[in-house]
């Protein structure tokens, strides 16, 4: 892999860490995709310094770098736990997809079935964006 090829691929990571931390700019919902892929991707594949600069600005919204002098001073982080209740639509969805989850699990991993069941799991790395629909339904 060429190093203009190694950094096109960690610029398209970069799209998938906004899409997670939800930018809404970068969802898939509003098509995020493409639009990173005409402001970003294109440019840092042909070597275009514009594209550099609109990375290094996008970057200064989302990240923040501290020094070790920043936060020396910091205080101890203070956790405190607060649960909940589901509402009765919450908890039936809720109990809906992780039963659906489970299902698909048991009956996939079964032994004596003529497939391995393996194509059809969630757990396969291929039935990824599968998967990743089902878990972000429970949010």
């Not at 090829?5 to 610029?11: D, F, G, I, R, Y």
């Not at 997670?20 to 493409?34: K, T």
């Not at 996939?108 to 990743?132: C, F, H, Q, R, V």
Request: charged share 20%.
């Amino acid at each position: 892999m060429t190093t203009t090829a190694k950094a096109a691929s960690e610029v398209k990571t970069l799209l998938g860490l906004l899409q997670f931390i939800r930018h809404p700019l970068y969802l898939v919902e509003n098509d995020g995709c493409n639009l990173f892929i005409n402001q970003f991707l294109k440019g840092w594949r042909s070597s275009s310094y514009a594209s550099f600069f609109s990375l290094k600005q996008l970057l200064s919204v989302v990240m923040i770098r501290h020094t070790k002098e920043h936060v020396a001073n910091l205080p101890r982080p203070i956790f405190k736990t607060n649960y909940l209740r589901m509402s009765k639509a919450e908890t039936l969805a809720y109990n809906t997809i992780t039963t659906v989850a489970r299902i698909n699990i048991v009956t996939t991993t079964m032994e004596g079935a003529k497939t391995s069941g393996w194509i059809d799991s969630i757990l396969n790395p291929g039935k990824y964006k599968e998967a990743t629909e089902m878990f972000r339904n429970i949010r």
